[in-house]
């Protein structure tokens, strides 16, 4: 089984190449350019450093969503583009999901976390039992005050939503509480093919033909058009 595992959904950008149970190569990039201009130069790597032929791959796994849209956007087109060349279907990975997956194992609960600005963030609440990850809450977009009051338990944070709002989480968060690594706060696609090889086992792909980002929001452009048409 081959998987070639793709996420463009924040600053980082990764790419990796999974194969029977591990990984044969795996490119970060943390440029600051945007994903247009180096998403493909890193598969391209990829190709070369694991001596890939991009037809013997099984699937793509793709962040779906939520997170930067442009970012969404470049990396669903590239996955939707290589899956309709290659007649390859893709494994849709909840971004939420893909970053929890960062700290498989911890024994409480997960709450991943993206910056949404003005004090909200792309968050969901996770568990693992045994390496499977058992959704508590599916990701959404909360004020830090809305999430705050949904953990009653110890958790975890992670993601760049720790570094907007760390001191808020510290003085609000009324129960233990931890935060990852800092090299935990970004998708890794190295971390999250394993997950999409376990939705793939589940049947849980789909059509390139049918693949979609889940943005989860309107972008502020359309939001602000939106509120423009309604005080028209």
């Known amino acids: 089984m081959k998987i070639l595992a793709i996420d463009s959904s924040s600053v980082a950008g990764s790419v990796c190449l999974y194969e029977d149970g591990e990984i044969k190569a795996e490119y970060i990039t ?34 779906g969503g939520p997170g930067s849209y442009t970012g969404l956007r470049i990396g669903g087109a590239t996955a939707k583009g290589l899956g309709l060349a290659l007649d390859k279907p893709i494994i ?25 600005r003005k004090e909200r963030v792309f968050t969901g609440l996770y568990k693992f039992n045994d390496g499977n990850v058992e959704v508590i809450k599916d990701q959404c977009v909360l004020t830090i005050d809305e999430l705050v009051d949904e953990i009653d338990e ?19 968060v009324k129960v233990e509480h931890s935060f990852a690594p800092d090299d935990s706060n970004y998708v890794k696609a190295s971390s999250f093919v394993f997950l999409a090889k376990k939705y793939m086992d589940d ?25 423009k048409q309604k005080n028209d």
């Open 92 to 116: 849709n990975v909840p971004t939420m999901e893909a970053l929890a997956y960062n700290v498989v194992g911890a024994d409480t609960l997960v709450c991943p976390m993206m910056d949404a």
């Open 30 to 63: 943390l440029d600051k350019r945007t994903h247009s201009e180096t998403l493909l130069p890193l598969i391209d790597k990829l190709k070369s450093e694991a001596n890939l032929d991009l037809s013997s791959i099984d699937a793509i796994a793709i962040t």
């Open 154 to 172: 110890p958790v975890v944070f992670l993601g760049d939503g720790v570094d907007a709002y760390k001191e808020m989480l510290d003085e609000k």
């Open 203 to 227: 049947g849980k792909i789909e059509s390139a033909r049918d693949h979609k980002p889940d943005y989860l929001m309107l972008s502020q452009a359309e939001r602000e058009l939106k509120e």
